[in-house]
């Protein structure tokens, strides 16, 4: 159980990196972005790229991976979802899921179709009360709960962080005040897209790095989003670990619903709290 309970830390931490752009993203712009898991999968693959062909260390492969798969949300956001700023959802809903498709096929054309395995960049092991944990998943854990302890402090301190989180809740609000939001939007997405990023590179050791990988996370991310309230970065974090946790345990017991569990709980709270049109 208490391994359980450690892989499901795990995958709440690398939830918790993807879901907190899908957040900002829809908060901010109200764009369901099915393209930010394209980001989540180039990332991996540029890690995988950076170590075979320039011969880097994990880490500046993976430094690599988040500054190049950002740039590719900038151009996203420049040149596909800002044409869509006001349009119904069905509009970005479509856009995204052809960029995701698009980027999926660019994939499987520079890598290939096959699974790639990456090994863990630290290969070592800690013990913790008599029970050995892999130190790799508990650096994955604790940069998860930095990046939440950073995030809370950009946007509570600094102005471009309170603007946006002023857009989270009303957003025409801070365009009659004046601010141009759309830069703020930008910044948003680009840094959803390299949170996303890192994501897949602290992943990839953990799972096979595939081209459908994103396809696959996707669900649990909109699951995580719906279950800790839209727009809410806190919520976000608590449900990212709550529905890691309960993915993991369920698998001990019940393998094929493990993650049926986490789509039960999604429902159950939207049941409880509706969301407001």
């Known amino acids: 159980m208490i391994y359980a309970i450690m892989y499901g830390l795990t995958v709440g931490a690398v939830l918790y990196l993807i879901s907190v752009g899908f957040s900002l993203t829809f908060g901010t ?42 740039l590719a949300g900038y151009c996203i956001e420049r040149f596909v979802i800002r044409r869509l700023y006001g349009e119904s959802l069905d509009y970005t809903f479509i856009a995204t899921y052809a960029v995701f498709l698009i980027g999926v096929d660019i994939v499987k054309w520079l890598w290939g179709v096959f699974p790639k395995p990456v090994s863990d960049p630290l290969g070592k092991t800690v013990d913790i009360l008599g029970f050995v944990f892999p130190t790799y998943r508990l650096l994955v854990i604790l940069l998860a709960i930095v990046v939440f302890f950073g995030l809370e402090l950009f946007m509570r301190k600094t102005m471009v962080g309170k603007i946006i989180v002023a857009a989270l809740d009303n957003r025409e609000g801070v365009r009659c005040l004046g601010i141009g939001v759309e830069k703020y939007f930008s910044l948003a997405f680009v840094l959803g897209s390299a949170l996303a990023a890192l994501g897949g590179v602290l992943y990839a050791p953990i799972t096979a790095v595939h081209p459908y990988m994103g396809s696959h996370i996707l669900l649990l991310c909109f699951a995580v989003v719906l279950t800790g309230g839209l727009g809410n970065l806190r919520g976000t974090f608590l449900a990212s670990f709550a529905l890691g946790m309960l993915i993991s345990i369920t698998g001990r017991y019940w ?23």
Do not use: C, K
Request: net charge positive; charged share 10%.
């Open 255 to 277: 393998p094929a619903g493990s993650e049926i569990v986490a789509f039960i709980a999604m429902a159950a709270v939207l049941l409880a709290r509706p969301i407001e049109a």
């Open 29 to 70: 712009m109200r764009v369901i972005n099915f393209a930010h898991t394209i980001t989540y999968t180039l990332g991996a693959y540029l890690l995988i790229a950076s170590i075979r062909s320039l011969g880097v260390p994990f880490f500046w492969g993976g430094a690599v991976g988040v500054a190049v798969a950002a």
